[in-house]
Nanobody
Framework: QVRLVQSGGLLAQPGGSLRLSCAAS????????IDWYRQSPGNQREFVAR???????NYTDSVKGRFTISRDKVRNALFLQMNSLKPEDTAVYYC?????????WGQGTQVTVSS
C-alpha cells in the first residue's frame, strides 16, 4: 500500500522554526516531484513548495528565503524546514505527490504560529 505519513509541526512563536516530515511507503520518493501545500481556515489549499527528482526546488513567493524543502533518499522522506515563521503561516500542511495515476496526500499536520 502506498502511503504518505506526516510528522512534526505544532506550535511556534513568531520568528521561530519548525520542521515537517513526510515519509513515503510503497514508492520511491526520489523518482517523483513532491509538493507541500497548506490550508488555513476559510481559505483554499495553496501550494507552498516543490522538489523534483533532479533536486530542483521552487516556492510560493510568501515563503521564499524562509522555507526549505528537501528530501532524504535513504529514509525515503520529505522535509519542510520553516524558519522566521509568521502568524500567517498558521495552517494545516500537507505533502502531496502523483504516483501511477493516484493523487496521494499525507494526513496533514497543524502548524500554529502565535505568541
Amino acid at each position: 500500500q502506498v502511503r504518505l505519513v506526516q510528522s512534526g509541526g505544532l506550535l511556534a512563536q513568531p520568528g521561530g522554526s519548525l520542521r515537517l516530515s513526510c515519509a513515503a511507503s510503497g514508492m520511491n520518493f526520489r523518482l517523483f516531484p513532491i509538493d507541500w501545500y497548506r490550508q488555513s481556515p476559510g481559505n483554499q489549499r495553496e501550494f507552498v513548495a516543490r522538489i523534483i527528482s533532479g533536486g530542483s526546488t521552487n516556492y510560493t513567493d510568501s515563503v521564499k528565503g524562509r522555507f526549505t524543502i528537501s528530501r532524504d533518499k535513504v529514509r525515503n522522506a520529505l522535509f519542510l524546514q520553516m524558519n522566521s515563521l509568521k502568524p500567517e503561516d498558521t495552517a494545516v500542511y500537507y505533502c502531496n505527490t502523483k504516483y501511477r495515476g493516484m493523487d496521494l496526500w499525507g494526513q496533514g499536520t497543524q502548524v500554529t504560529v502565535s505568541s
